[in-house]
């Protein structure tokens, strides 16, 4: 597939990318799988932290501080991820590539054997850690919801994960 350069420090580091599972708002999550420069495939995830915090393997030490810190940044009204990574035994991967594969090309039921393969896969991470950005409307979005406001609409803003960035946002707005 495709080969990613990166770096890391000085130096430049080539990534394989094997797969990529893509986000979903039922998931809640998205995940590629990589060959790292030392030949070991890694499955990094990125997804809702109330998604992801379920698919850790137990006993995760840094949990309860970033937790503290999603609530934090919740409290900021930005909008929080956490990120996850696992190593995948070679032998699994190959069977688990072929199901893949075959899920991608179903021309029906695709959106269903696509999960049943991201929750195969998808499990056991251990925690990277978070990460949080502010999720800013668009120009004149605020001038906008005022006017339809002002004509009689009621307007709802429904979003984040957590009950404390939406109200922030809702507040923005």
Not at 14 to 41: C, G, H, Q, W
Not at 65 to 84: H, I, M, P, Q
Not at 121 to 139: M, N, R
């Amino acid at each position: 597939m495709k080969v990613k350069m990166t770096r890391e420090g000085n130096n430049e580091v080539k990534y394989e990318l094997l797969a990529k599972i893509e986000f979903d708002s039922a998931r809640k999550r998205m995940s590629v799988i990589v060959r790292t420069p030392d030949n070991r495939i890694m499955l990094v995830c990125k997804g809702a932290d109330s998604i992801i915090e379920g698919r850790l393997r137990p006993g995760q030490q840094s949990l309860a501080a970033t937790k503290n810190y999603l609530d934090e940044f919740a409290k900021e009204g930005l909008r929080t991820l956490l990120v996850a990574y696992k190593y995948v035994d070679e032998d699994f991967f190959t069977v688990w590539s072929r199901k893949y594969q075959e899920a991608l090309k179903k021309l029906t039921g695709k959106e269903k054997a696509i999960d049943k393969c991201a929750e195969e896969i998808e499990k056991d991470f251990e925690l990277i850690g978070s990460t949080a950005i502010e999720d800013c409307l668009q120009d004149e979005v605020g001038k906008t919801i005022f006017d339809i406001k002002s004509v009689g609409i009621k307007v709802w803003v429904l979003t984040g994960d957590k009950v404390e960035t939406a109200m922030n946002i809702g507040m923005s707005c």
